[in-house]
């Protein structure tokens, strides 16, 4: 019913305002100035799906980056990209301007990886290996680094992701968004909606179990390259 | 601050998440151990690693892909039929007219049913059981025309007054002789029956309170007809 009522809004007569941002930010071009993403979010949750759109090409590498990490194969990370931006879209009117948008973001990005964890948990699937799945990827290394730069950045992609696997959902939400996202434990904590102690303990107990791990498995790796 | 110590900060230090003064502190410390300095060395790599955990770099089909599914599902959504739409398109419909209609009727139809057979209830048995009533009292009410099986002597002041609701009055004499006939499948059943000499007598009050039936049989008559009185 809401939605109906927003393609509805979609119909009528562009305004002056819709207009001039029209021309301010031609389709494919990122959005720089903070006011035109307000602008944005506004027409948007009006019922705006060009300018719905335009939020999604300014926000689906964040969005893609994060449900990776925490996901770990490309077919679960578009899945879920595409059900954040349905969940962004559903929800864009609840959102207040003096929110910080990608901390909004963030924070449903999270959600969807963990109901597809639960949802992946109950199906008892298997944690998808990177290199088994990487159908439409550019490897960045691919240009410029020889063959053996390749395969240890590779090894070392899978090293991160099999101990990022590992890693209780808190944890690894925590660890993507501290250390891969860079966001400061403060803004961890508001996405986490938790206090920042707890998320620094969380990072910490993920650190540990990470330098474990790696160092569980390259003491193996010697040991067969020793034999 | 003692190695212990050291390494449960050294996981923050790593990451630059500790405050200024504390990690003075673990910066002294790592100065002069050499096992810490060690743990922080392979926590300064694993953090790298970590960081620079990237994911791989996804061509612009995979975002329009994606941006493709989600405007379809959106416009999907919004053409869907809601709950409210569905009832509201079902009544203005001329079928939901017309179903709506024969309910009316067939609820009509009933209601005038029951108004009409309201007063046609069978009249209900009072003060005496069953079992006194001898047998063959079924034959004459059988044998006799209708009219003839209400005794002379039944007070009947109710239906006088009603003589020309003949239809209503048919009905009652019918549901009497059913009665009389249940009555006395009931009494040939009773062994007290056959056994006693007594003159036995069976109330019946009907429905309306003015109207009750009394019936004697004498016992001589046993073998024949029954004669019997209304009161």
């Not at chain 2, 040939?188 to 009394?214: F, G, H, N, V, Y």
Request: glycine share 4%; hydrophobic share 40%; charged share 25%.
């Amino acid at each position: 019913m809401k939605l109906r009522r927003r393609i509805t809004l979609r119909a009528e007569p562009a305004s002056d305002m819709a207009l001039a941002l029209d021309i301010a930010l031609p389709v494919n071009a990122l959005i720089s100035d903070q006011t035109s993403l307000a602008l944005l979010i506004e027409r948007a949750a009006a019922g705006d799906t060009a300018a719905f759109e335009r939020i999604m090409i300014h926000s689906q590498q964040r969005v893609m980056a994060v449900t990776w990490r925490m996901l770990g194969n490309d077919a679960d990370a578009r899945d879920a990209s595409q059900e954040v931006f349905l969940r962004v879209y559903k929800y864009l009117k609840r959102f207040r301007q003096d929110q910080d948008f990608f901390a909004w973001l963030y924070g449903i990005t999270i959600n969807v990886c963990r109901d597809f964890l639960k949802q992946r948990q109950a199906q008892r699937s298997r944690f998808v290996p990177l290199s088994e799945d990487a159908e439409g990827v550019i490897f960045a290394a691919a240009d410029d680094a020889d063959a053996e730069s390749i395969v240890l950045q590779v090894q070392q992609r899978e090293l991160i992701a099999r101990a990022i696997a590992l890693l209780p959902f808190k944890e690894r939400a925590s660890i993507v968004l501290r250390d891969m996202e860079g966001c400061s434990t403060e803004e961890v904590a508001r996405v986490m909606k938790s206090s920042a102690t707890t998320v620094r303990s969380q990072i910490s107990s993920a650190r540990k179990k990470i330098r474990i791990y790696c160092q569980q498995q390259l003491r193996r790796a010697g040991q067969e390259k020793a034999r | 601050m003692n190695c212990k110590q050291t390494e449960e900060l050294l996981p923050l230090y790593a990451g630059r998440d500790l405050e200024e003064e504390r990690a003075t502190v673990v910066t002294e410390h790592l100065q002069t151990c050499a096992a810490c300095a060690r743990v922080a060395n392979e926590y300064r790599e694993s953090v790298v690693l970590t960081e620079q955990f990237a994911p791989p770099v996804f061509s612009e089909a995979v975002y329009a892909g994606i941006r493709q599914r989600v405007q379809r599902e959106i416009e999907t959504e919004a053409l869907a039929p809601t709950w409210s739409h569905t009832i509201a398109s079902l009544f203005r419909s001329r079928l939901a007219w017309a179903i709506a209609s024969m309910l009316l009727i067939v609820v009509s139809m009933f209601a005038i049913y029951f108004m009409m057979n309201r007063g046609n209830v069978e009249p209900q048995l009072a003060n005496q059981p069953p079992a006194n009533v001898q047998p063959g009292t079924n034959e004459r009410s059988k044998s006799g025309p209708p009219d003839s099986s209400v005794p002379a002597g039944v007070n009947t002041g109710g239906d006088k007054q009603h003589l020309a609701r003949g239809r209503q009055l048919q009905r009652r004499k019918r549901s009497r002789e059913a009665l009389a006939d249940r009555v006395n499948t009931v009494a040939a059943k009773s062994p007290e029956a056959t056994s006693t000499s007594k003159t036995l007598r069976l109330e019946i009050q009907t429905k309306d309170p003015k109207i009750r039936i009394i019936w004697f049989v004498e016992p001589e008559t046993k073998s024949a007809i029954p004669s019997s009185k209304g009161i």
